[in-house]
C-alpha cells in the first residue's frame, strides 16, 4: 500500500472552506489513506446534502458567488446546491454552437448543463468525476432538465476516459488543486483537445508555498487548498505540458481580509490552446 501522502494525518473538520456543508459524515484514518479516498468522501457526502443545501439560504454556495442570476435560472436546485467552484469558467469559455466540450470534475453538472446551452444540439458535452456519488447526482440532474447532449462518466482527470484529439474545449472548476499529479492533467488536457483546441480553468493556486502542516491537513487538502500549487509553478506545468498562448484571465486573493497564511491564496482563472499545428 502507499504511504499516505498526508503523512501525519490531522482529520477533517466541519469547517473546510470550499465546500462547507460537506463534512457531515464521520471519515476514519483508514479512509484518509489516500487522497482519492478523502477526495471521494468529501465530494460524496456533498452531493447527498445538495438537496438540503440547495434549500437553505444560510449557506452560500458556489453559485451565489460566481454565477450570474441568468445562468443560475437555468440550473436544477441539486446542481446548484452541489455547487463548489471558485471562478465562472464557463460564463468566459465562449463555447460555440456544434463544439465539444468536456468539464473535468464535473460534480453536480453545473457548468455542463450552462454548456451544453451553449454548443446546442449538434455539440457534446461530457462530465468527468471520479465519485461516484456526483456522477449519479449529475445524471438525476440531466434528467429533470430534460438534456440530450450531456453525458457524464466516471473516471479521473489523470487518466481521461476520451480518445486523443477529440475535444475543442476543456473546461474545469476548482478540481485540479485536489490532484497530487497536475502535470499528468495537463499532459492529459493536451492529449485530448484537438489541434488548436483551448482550455479555460479556475482554480485554487498559492502566491507562496504555504505552510507544511497546511499541506498535510486532509480538511484544507480536500477544501482545494492543501494541494494549491504555487502560481509560477502551476503555470510552468502548463507550458511544460506544451500548450501556447497561455492568459491569465483572473487572479484575485481569496481571503482578502486574511493577515494569516490564507493571504497566500489565490482565484486563478486560466486559458491556454493547444498549438495548431
Ligand atoms: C470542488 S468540487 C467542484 C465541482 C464542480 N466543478 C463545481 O464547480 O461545482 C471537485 C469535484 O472534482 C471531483 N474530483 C476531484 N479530484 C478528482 C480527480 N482526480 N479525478 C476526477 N474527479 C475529481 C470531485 O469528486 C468533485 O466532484
Not at 126 to 150: C, F
Amino acid at each position: 500500500m502507499e504511504k499516505s501522502p498526508f503523512g501525519i494525518l490531522t482529520p477533517i473538520s466541519a469547517d473546510a472552506a470550499c465546500c462547507s456543508g460537506a463534512n457531515d459524515a464521520e471519515i476514519t484514518n483508514a479512509q484518509l489513506d489516500s487522497i482519492t479516498a478523502a477526495v471521494q468522501h468529501q465530494y460524496g457526502a456533498l452531493a447527498t446534502n445538495a438537496a438540503v443545501r440547495a434549500t437553505d439560504g444560510s449557506i452560500v454556495k458556489a453559485t451565489d458567488k460566481f454565477y450570474s442570476d441568468e445562468q443560475r435560472s437555468v440550473l436544477p436546485d441539486e446542481a446548484a446546491g452541489a455547487s463548489a467552484g471558485c471562478g465562472n469558467p464557463v460564463g468566459i469559455a465562449d463555447a460555440l454552437p456544434g463544439e465539444t466540450v468536456l468539464d473535468l470534475g464535473s460534480g453536480g453538472g453545473i457548468d455542463c448543463f450552462l454548456a451544453a446551452k451553449e454548443v446546442g444540439p449538434g455539440g457534446h458535452v461530457i462530465g468527468i468525476d471520479m465519485t461516484p456519488r456526483m456522477i449519479e447526482l449529475a445524471q438525476k440532474n440531466a434528467a429533470s432538465l430534460g438534456t440530450e447532449n450531456v453525458v457524464f462518466k466516471l473516471g479521473h482527470i489523470e487518466s481521461i476516459p476520451q480518445p486523443d484529439n477529440t475535444v475543442d474545449l476543456v473546461i474545469s472548476n476548482c478540481v485540479i488543486a485536489l490532484s497530487e499529479q497536475k502535470d499528468r492533467v495537463f499532459s492529459e488536457i493536451h492529449r485530448i483537445l484537438k489541434p488548436g483546441g483551448r482550455f479555460v480553468i479556475s482554480d485554487m493556486v498559492t502566491s507562496h508555498a504555504l505552510p507544511a502542516d497546511v499541506q498535510a491537513s486532509a480538511t484544507e487538502w480536500v477544501a482545494c487548498v492543501g494541494g494549491a500549487a504555487v502560481m509560477s509553478e502551476y503555470l510552468e506545468m502548463v507550458n511544460d505540458a506544451g500548450f501556447g498562448n497561455v492568459d491569465v484571465i483572473k487572479s484575485v486573493p481569496s481571503y482578502p481580509d486574511s493577515d494569516d497564511w490564507r493571504s497566500l491564496m489565490i482565484n486563478l482563472t486560466l486559458r491556454a490552446f493547444k498549438p495548431a499545428s
